[in-house]
């Protein structure tokens, strides 16, 4: 199957393309944007992988779906376009980044330039309905980018994988942590940032692995 996606993610995943479940994954996403509003814009589904290709990957967020308010979604987890308010859980990932590495809440809720430097803001779902939270699970989306995280952990070394929240931590079984660097947390989200998200550290505890394994830490 033709998926327009990165050429670096397109190899990694070549097998994943060809296989059933992904077949009618695609027939049910491109009969749900024919027929109504779906977010983010079709051309943004893939738009984390364009960004951060696969040869670049260094640090793996790990959301579950994307927003689903009207122009919220640009296609990378926690981030929004630059005009749109910042939704609570990406305003407490600033409060904790402002905490931890002592930088000035943003003006703009893009994250754009973390996936530029090799973070890749993936979700679970990379679709959604229109204020509809998890409407586009269990259609296929969760096998393709369990595939993906399996892709990254066996494929490269030293990738710091950020999960946060009880649906991201089940996914640490996919990661070998000797090969990797896996931090969790609670989630962002405001029910549950208290609980252990803030002071994580997260991102100066990233930055200190990359430059520990030689690579070059993230500008946040």
Do not use: C
Request: charged share 20%.
């Amino acid at each position: 199957m033709n998926v327009k996606i990165e050429s670096s993610w397109k190899n990694a995943l070549a097998t994943e393309f060809e296989k059933p479940y992904f077949k009618k994954l695609i027939l049910y996403v491109r009969e749900a944007y024919r027929n109504r509003t779906i977010y983010p814009a079709a051309q943004n589904i893939f738009r984390a992988f364009e960004l951060a290709p696969f040869t670049h990957t260094k640090v793996l967020i790990l959301g579950q779906d994307p927003y689903h308010g009207p122009g919220q979604a640009d296609g990378l987890a926690f981030s929004v376009p630059t005009n749109i308010s910042f939704p609570p859980s990406l305003r407490n990932i600033f409060i904790e980044l402002q905490a931890d590495v002592g930088i000035t809440m943003p003006t703009s809720g893009s994250l754009d330039s973390w996936a530029k430097q090799g973070v890749l803001l993936l979700n679970a779902t990379l679709t959604v309905e229109p204020h509809k939270a998890g409407s586009h699970q269990k259609q296929g989306w969760e096998l393709f980018t369990d595939a993906v995280i399996k892709a990254v952990a066996l494929h490269k070394q030293h990738v710091v994988f950020m999960l946060w929240g009880n649906y991201a931590r089940q996914k640490e079984s996919l990661i070998d942590s000797e090969k990797h660097l896996v931090l969790k947390s609670a989630h962002p989200s405001p029910l549950a940032a208290h609980r252990g998200f803030f002071k994580n550290r997260h991102f100066s505890r990233a930055n200190a692995y990359l430059l520990a394994t030689g690579q070059t830490p993230i500008r946040w």
